[in-house]
């Protein structure tokens, strides 16, 4: 049976009152469930006894203009897939519960938050690690499953965890898509009918740019003048960066070495998308005969 916490408090003294041993698992989450999320709770069940899920759409990393009052919310629907999926512990604080009236401390974030999504999203990334740091000592988990689909997030938390010593392992689970390719996303119900039509794009241009690379194009020049080429044959698709980068600091790279990271997003109308894909080698399975 799934526990449901709607405080700070109550969450922290489940948590205590685990017997020692048990392991457990984090997966943050701002709701509007999605199969995606639910594959992070699929991982975490292979890592822990129990798993946590937090459903908190966070004010601190939303700017004024951006979509926090409109971002979709449905807490009991999220409650039913989260129970359906196996999650133990269900953690849905109000706003005040996490954040005091005269709050004072923010987690800042380095120059690898002001690049790619920082710099269309000045703070955002503080207003996360500010969430994370808290939900982590919440939730004391042994293991903490992120997406690979807000690969520079996935960054950030590593960095917050390695500086601030957080005792926590962090699993980074692969982007789910739909079967057109579209990575799933709760803003995807955002999108016109049309929209929706043209937003395959944005992943078949990364996978274009992933099977030239397997091929030995390393250049990022033209991995971007490939990904570029797919986002502009929807004129309702509006690039906003095709990076291509290295891994710690995800500082712009002019060779794809393996593990190089290729991030996209772009304004689909009112709608932003963010996907990505690691360039790495194919993993070829060999059969080999007796
Ligand atoms: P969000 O609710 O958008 O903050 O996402 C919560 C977590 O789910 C984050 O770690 C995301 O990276 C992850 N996530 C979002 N979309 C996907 C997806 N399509 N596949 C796998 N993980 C995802």
């Known amino acids: 049976m799934m526990l449901r916490f709607s405080s700070s408090e109550a969450l922290q003294r489940w948590r205590r ?3 020692a041993g048990t392991r457990t698992a984090l997966v943050p989450t701002m709701g509007a469930l999605h199969q995606g999320h639910l594959s992070l709770v699929q ?3 292979q890592q822990a006894d129990l798993v946590v899920m937090s459903v908190f759409v966070n004010p601190l990393q939303f700017r004024p203009g951006e979509d926090f009052e409109r ?17 133990d512990g ?3 604080p109000p706003v005040q519960d996490m954040y005091p009236a005269h709050r004072e401390i923010l987690i800042t974030a380095g120059a690898t938050a002001t690049r790619w999504e920082g710099a269309a999203r000045p703070g955002h990334f503080d207003g996360v690690l500010t969430v994370v ?8 988990p042994h293991f903490a ?11 950030l938390i590593r960095k917050l965890i390695q500086e601030l010593n957080f005792p926590v392992d962090l699993i980074v689970a692969p982007i789910l898509r739909d079967n057109d390719g579209l990575a799933l996303s709760s803003r995807n119900a955002y999108l016109s009918p049309q929209e929706r039509q043209a937003a395959p794009a944005v992943n078949q241009g990364l996978q274009a740019a992933r099977r030239l690379w397997l091929e ?3 250049r990022a020049s033209v991995l971007q003048d490939v990904v570029r080429s797919h986002l502009t044959r929807s004129p309702l698709i509006l690039p906003e960066y095709i990076a291509v980068t290295e891994s710690e600091q995800l500082l712009s790279v002019s060779e794809a070495l393996p593990g190089t990271i ?5 304004k689909l109308g009112a709608t932003r998308l963010i996907d990505n894909v690691i360039l790495e080698e194919e993993k070829v399975l060999r059969c080999v005969a007796d």
């Open 145 to 155: 499953v992120f997406g690979q689909k807000d690969i520079q997030q996935v960054t």
């Open 17 to 19: 009152g685990l017997p």
């Open 262 to 266: 290729l991030a996209v997003a772009v």
């Open 71 to 87: 971002y979709p919310r449905d807490l009991e629907r999220d409650a039913t897939m989260a129970a359906e999926a196996g999650v």
């Open 216 to 218: 030995g194009e390393h």
């Open 43 to 45: 991982r975490a069940r």
């Open 90 to 92: 269900f953690f849905c």
């Open 133 to 140: 740091a808290k939900l982590l000592h919440l939730a004391y």
